[in-house]
């Protein structure tokens, strides 16, 4: 029987927009993305923290199963 290979969601830890940054550092990410674009918009009108507590309070159980993927995700 082949095994299958499955494309698996990000298991990185949430970081809130809130935590400082390193002075001089910056994502490739960060610096290339429009500010006027509408997905970028949104995603600064999206209460992360708050979405983050509720999802990882419903679906963070490690001992259901594994471990939930990262909420912004």
Do not use: C, H
């Amino acid at each position: 029987m082949a095994k299958s290979s499955k494309n698996r969601a990000s298991k990185q830890n949430y970081v809130s927009q809130d935590q400082l940054g390193i002075e001089g550092f910056e994502s490739p990410f960060s610096r290339k993305l429009n500010p006027k674009n509408r997905w970028v918009v949104l995603s600064r009108n999206i209460p992360w923290d708050i979405l983050v507590s509720t999802y990882n309070s419903a679906l963070g159980n490690s001992k259901t199963g594994a471990a939930s993927i990262n909420a912004r995700v």
